[in-house]
């Protein structure tokens, strides 16, 4: 630890200077210290001071002594993270502020001006930076209904640090998806790892409506459904971001559950040959490279090419990473 740390229990420097002095020479006077610590004299007297306020100093101008560190940084740390606990709470309720803030804005002059609780993001960054923003920051709740295709990797690698922190958090996210995503490798390991963390995820066959919805208070649509790369709408609205809610829960109602399509007994690691899925085994059930490959009956070589072959196909950064994917997908 550093020469100051007791810092992160909420004591400064001078204050944990003056508790350890006590510690080493207990039952001694706080007249001076400020002499035997070489400090200011006011500085000295406000540490004592705060210390004995947080009883971490007993005794009398005669005779000082320190409470025990078994005690007392236990009791330090209880009262820092109530602390803290609180500041979360207070800054987990910022939309006061915020609409405090937008109150400062002068009115829209312009003609075509868009109507109050809607904003109108036409750069493609100032929308991605939103989705960003309202992400992180959500609190119960995202729901999302994605027309697309299939994900790029890029796509994939900017919004799992995301996705997985809103899971972690315990944010419920439900994710619609057409099925023709389910095609493409690629997205279906994505939207398998989504759902191995927690999240609902619906296919439905077809469907237009690009929609993203934060905590039932905020929402985004795209400008022109024809044409995202004109921007999105972000509405705060409670009227609009209820019927888009309604538009959702029933597209929603009408979609079939995605482990029900891809965890069917009858499906098959997609693309995977016989040799391929014996060393996928082999490669989750023993640690030698020698083992597998000689109870495969390949070359080393050649396993552990096949094993650089599955690691690309399963996006997989490592080994373990991959033994978990293929395990989430079925695979295994």
Known sequence: MGAHAMSVLGLSAAEE????????NPRTSPRDIHVVLRSDAAEAGRAVERLRELRLLQGDDEHTWAAEPDTAVPRLAEDRLETLHREMRHLTHTRA?????????PGPAEQGAPAPGIERLEDLR?????????????????LSAEPYE?????????????????????????????????RDTLTLGYLRELTAHGAQIRVADEFSELMLIYDRHTALVPIDPADTSRGALCARETALVGNIITLFERLWESARDFRSLVDAPDRQAPGLSDIQLRV???????????????????????????IADLLQLLDAENRAQAALLARDRGWI
Do not use: Q, W
Not at 126 to 136: A, N
Not at 292 to 300: F, K, M, N, Q
């Open 97 to 105: 502020i915020v609409d405090s803030l937008h109150r400062e804005r």
């Open 150 to 182: 299939a994900l790029t990797k890029e796509n994939i690698e900017h919004a799992r640090p995301l996705d997985l922190r809103c899971l972690r958090r315990g944010v419920r996210i439900r994710n619609l998806v057409r099925a023709v995503a389910l």
């Open 17 to 24: 200077s003056v508790y350890r002095h006590f510690l080493r």
């Open 280 to 306: 996928l085994r082999r490669m989750c059930a023993v640690s030698k490279d020698e083992t597998g490959a000689r109870e495969v009956g390949v070359s080393l070589r050649t396993y552990r090419r096949h």
């Open 126 to 142: 100032l929308v991605r930076s939103r989705i960003d923003d309202l992400s992180f920051f959500a609190h119960f709740e995202v």
